[in-house]
């Protein structure tokens, strides 16, 4: 079996995250873990790195993509065809921007914000999710891996599911040394964005990314985890302590969103403009994804209930377990 070595590149995107950290792993296979964002910039960034190390892009492989946002997946598009593209199932539609999702998200999630509590004049007024698709790429996955798969040329990895952030996240786990190549599961400085996404087409029940999340912060605790090198800011060393700290202050969030519903009824819009006034307008997704998750979260715990009324959700404040 091959030396392995693993080589940290960082390249800058133009979202508020800042930078993205790739990881190119060396064993008789040369392969990527994630693939940045698509502007010239992070290319040319990606290209010095890469010769620095002392490759080009055409000796690239395979790209592993721990998750199908475009500050993982942009560089794809720059990459040869010849390099494998490895990812999970619910991925390919993102990535191959294939037009009958997109529509089916279009239409879902109209449905969905009037049922939050949006006035329907109003939807053509929010930014389109379409808009960061730009950053994204249009390539199709090779290959697809689930939970307990090893990917060729990444011997004692193993992949396991991880959904939350988004649908198709997956992370790589060494067990032999507890480290984890972790994409967006778990940074050292901020708390990852359960982002909503459809369901798939055809079903009625949606996901509900914020209990994902809290399930896949769980269940690292389940590992032995040294190191997890994450897709934004430093590695991670204190794994338990850290998740137990996240798992907190979602609590804390969750109460927040409680005592709001003790004053008066609302709607998930309404809880959405009220947590974040200043910014709900300009990152729509990203505050509506945090409200619905808040109601998720208390739904579970049965400190809320909801009724309808006129085309929307209204949430009410019950007692608190």
């Known amino acids: ?19 993205v950290n790739m990881y190119l792993v060396k064993t008789d296979s040369l392969t990527l873990i994630d693939a940045g964002v698509k502007t010239e910039e992070a290319w040319q960034a990606f290209k010095y790195q890469l010769a620095e190390i002392g490759y080009e892009p055409a000796d690239i492989e395979q790209v592993v993509i721990t998750h199908h946002h475009p500050d993982h997946v942009g560089l794809l598009d720059y990459l040869p065809h010849s390099a494998l593209v490895i990812g999970h199932p619910k991925a ?41 698709l730009r950053y994204s790429c249009e390539r199709s996955l090779d290959i697809e891996v689930l939970e307990g798969e090893v990917v060729d040329g990444l011997p004692g990895w193993t992949v396991l599911e991880m959904p939350g952030h988004a649908q198709s996240h997956i992370v790589l786990y060494c067990e032999k040394d507890g480290r984890m190549i972790g994409g967006d599961l778990l940074l050292a400085t901020v708390s990852s964005n359960p982002m909503l996404e459809p369901p798939d087409e055809g079903e009625d029940e949606r996901p509900k990314p914020l209990l994902q999340y809290n399930d896949s912060l769980r269940k690292l605790l389940r590992y032995k985890m040294t190191r997890v ?8 060393t204190d794994v338990p302590p850290l998740v137990e ?30 947590l974040f006034p200043a910014v709900y307008e300009k990152e729509f997704l990203l505050t509506m994804s945090e409200a619905v998750g808040q109601l998720d979260y208390l739904e579970q715990l049965g400190a809320v209930m909801k009724e309808k009324e006129g085309n929307s959700y209204v949430y009410k404040a019950v007692a608190m377990r």
Request: glycine share 4%; hydrophobic share 40%; aromatic share 12%.
């Open 1 to 19: 079996m091959a030396k392995e070595t693993i080589y940290p590149i960082v390249v800058p995107t133009p979202f508020a995250v800042g930078n």
């Open 92 to 132: 390919r539609p993102w990535i191959s921007k294939d037009p009958q999702f997109l529509a089916w998200h279009e239409r879902y999630f109209y449905r969905f914000l009037v049922e939050c509590g949006l006035e329907p004049a109003s939807l053509h007024r929010l930014p389109s999710f379409r808009r960061s």
């Open 229 to 236: 090198m994450a897709g934004h800011g430093r590695d991670v």
């Open 245 to 274: 700290r996240r798992l907190a202050r979602q609590k804390e969030r969750a109460e927040q969103v409680w005592n709001m519903l003790q004053q008066r009824p609302m709607t998930a819009f309404d809880v959405c403009r009220e």
